[in-house]
């Protein structure tokens, strides 16, 4: 299997507003976005891959000059991967509110003349997939094969298939869930509260003086961290190995490989990550719930939704569980909807929908052979020896 | 069942400094502490109860001119009550380094003339339990009828019947495991560094700056609630409440009822609770560890116990889950001690064992009933109608 090798970000300009679920609109965005593989003449091998919390439009290859700058789910997309781009043209685009060039809080608000900051638009899932399909309006896809995602990701392709219900013949749906638990918006609000009583947060309106929120940001990276791995992933991972053979007795000093780790990906998210942008984020999560705007009933929700679903949950995931994705499954069949269920036995808890799992592997593979058998017009489009399983 | 009524918390002062595990010292320390009931003839009816991370001394009843001051575990505590200080004679001790009266960071530094602050001396499980016995020899009393706490007060319970294992009878541990694991230590972990980042912190010694460092402390506890509920009792407690009917779309005004309780939780916690100790008595969670002087054999650390053990975990406690209390069980039968586990069924989380589900309680109350029947001089030693069961 091969890389998609070196790819370029592209963008686009919107200058028709984008109105927004809260009643405020985004005017004047532009929209980050990165391709692989060739649109077919009928344009239907398109797959819209939606991205999570912390992740950007560049899924697979490389960066010109950043040998390290591989894709977020590059062991799924490529030539001769489960997403295979000899056979799909696959879109991932940069959300608008995130911090990797679509429009965001650290860009000029065009009424002030400043950044955004605190000011941006608070977006939804909805208002997300709204902005994809304007994306797509403009490279003239009518009707996606499919729409995939995994966390966040997985909410946004739901949103798809009860948005433009006509517009995508798949949605699949990984880690996911129909709404936050309790106990995940806990999660999501002490992060926000560690960012935004961080001094340095300015009320949101940070970049004018020169600072970043780190603090906050490391702390929420850290909470997030806790959340992304299993229990078990963490024990086998880290358990009670400690930096040094001696105890320093310091309640500062690193004494366990577990807190070295955690304090090593909080640096590392609060040197590139935006505060506002995690603020956002965590809120669209908090928001989405197709089932409110039907008095909590996700079965009439889902009403409406025609295409067929694959729905994916791990079984060490504690912070999606398989229970969440079990009530999308119940609502699905509800409604008599086609929609197929794997429940992955996998240690590795959340983070296990962006590893390469053969079992998980082998599943999307074989769902996407199956796309493209039925899309008549899905052939390779360039020979690959061996591509073929 | 009655209160132990209006109580007053005594202290006694230790000229001698306490030799500490890291090899420092604590000189010049006083210990406070609160008793209900009456010590018997031979001293042969005290029980020993150790409070948790952010409790106190303050077990039952009331304190003079506070009603609401009710101890954190009155309805355990009392006249007629499981723990019944009509037959036993119960003692808590403020373990040093916590703020509510024994010395603690927030007292001078006889060295300096200024706060302890970050320099006071890190604490282990095993030092507390040598301050308790400490206190214990002063007031004359050889050997507990038994030692009992939940969560970091059963751990040490459990140092006592291996620091010293003559000097009691009964280890009752509840709620509590051998070790922290990885997600354990994570947690703690992602607290520390919300206190200690905060710019109020100012290394420890905030005392002398007038500030307090409230964001980390608010930040810190939120994390703490989060983990002490159950997923199921969070979600059946707050689900997806709102606050309003209508949704705020914003990222820093409250929407869930989960965020408002959170949020008041921590501003109450930052209130009274001390910086300083909540480092400290985190880091001595972290280091309870009683098999790493034993090559991580949980059994041979359990070898010179000669108590009899009784061992309670609750069904949804997901910080310290039955898995942890059976390896304690484990270790204990490996070496034939006597050993009874009871694992209950509650919804509630960790915090179960503060709360008063029957089987538990019931349990409880057994247990000490047998206590008392073996111990020959245990009799009521006031008279109370209807206290027998």
Same mark, same amino acid.
Request: hydrophobic share 40%; glycine share 6%; charged share 20%.
């Given at each position: 299997?091969?890389?998609?090798? *070196? ?15 809260? @009643? ?7 929209? #980050?976005?990165?391709? /692989? ?14 991205? %999570? ?34 056979? &799909? ?23 002030? !003349? ?18 994809? %399909?304007r994306l797509l309006d403009a490279m003239g896809i009518t009707q996606l094969a499919a729409v995939l995602g995994g966390s966040l990701g997985g909410m946004q392709a739901l949103g798809w298939s ?19 638990? %309790? ?17 340095? &947060?300015? !009320? ?11 603090? !906050? ?5 850290? *909470? !997030?961290? *806790? ?26 000093? *690193? ?5 070295? /780790? ?33 008095? @909590? ?11 067929? &679903? ?57 769902? &996407? ?8 017009? #899905? ?11």
């Open positions: 299997m091969q890389s998609v090798g *070196i790819v370029a970000p592209q963008s686009r300009h919107f200058a028709e507003p984008l109105p927004l679920r809260s @009643g405020a609109q985004l005017r004047d965005y532009t929209l #980050v976005y990165e391709t /692989y593989g060739t649109l077919n003449a009928d344009k239907s091998n398109a797959v819209l891959v939606c991205h %999570a919390l912390n992740a950007s439009h560049h899924v697979a290859g490389t960066h010109q000059g950043a040998e390290k700058s591989v894709g977020w789910w590059d062991n799924l997309v490529g030539p001769g991967k489960p997403l295979d781009t000899h056979r &799909f043209y696959v879109i991932c685009v940069n959300n608008p509110g995130s911090c990797f060039g679509s429009t965001g809080p650290m860009h000029i608000n065009p009424v002030t !003349g400043k950044p955004y900051g605190a000011d941006f638009p608070v977006l939804t899932v909805e208002d997300w997939v709204d902005a994809q %399909a009860l948005r433009y219900p006509d517009r995508l013949r798949h949605c699949i749906a990984i880690a996911t869930a129909p709404n936050l638990s %309790a106990q995940n918006i806990a999660f999501n609000e002490v992060a926000r509260r560690a960012i935004v009583t961080d001094p340095d &947060f300015h !009320g949101g309106h940070f970049y004018e003086h020169g600072v970043i929120p780190k603090r !906050g940001l490391r702390v929420a990276r850290m *909470i !997030g961290h *806790i959340t992304y791995l299993s229990d078990d992933a963490m024990e086998e991972k880290f358990g009670r190995c400690m930096k040094a053979d001696t105890l320093n007795y310091s309640t500062q000093a *690193i004494e366990f490989e577990i807190e070295s /780790y955690l304090r090593y990906q909080g640096d590392k998210f609060s040197d590139y990550f935006d505060a506002n942008t995690y603020l956002l984020i965590t809120r669209a999560l908090d928001y989405f719930d197709p089932a409110r705007d039907h008095h @909590g009933d996700l079965t009439a929700a889902f009403a409406k939704a025609t295409c067929q &679903f694959q729905l994916v949950s791990f079984t060490t995931d504690w912070r999606f569980s398989p229970a969440r994705s079990r009530e999308i499954v119940k609502a699905l069949l509800d409604n008599k909807h086609r929609v197929s269920y794997a429940e992955i036995e996998a240690p590795h808890g959340h983070d296990a929908f962006l590893l390469d799992d053969p079992r998980y592997h082998n599943l999307l593979r074989a769902t &996407f052979d199956n796309i493209a058998k039925e899309t008549a017009d #899905v052939k390779p489009v360039m020979a690959f020896k061996g591509v073929a399983r």
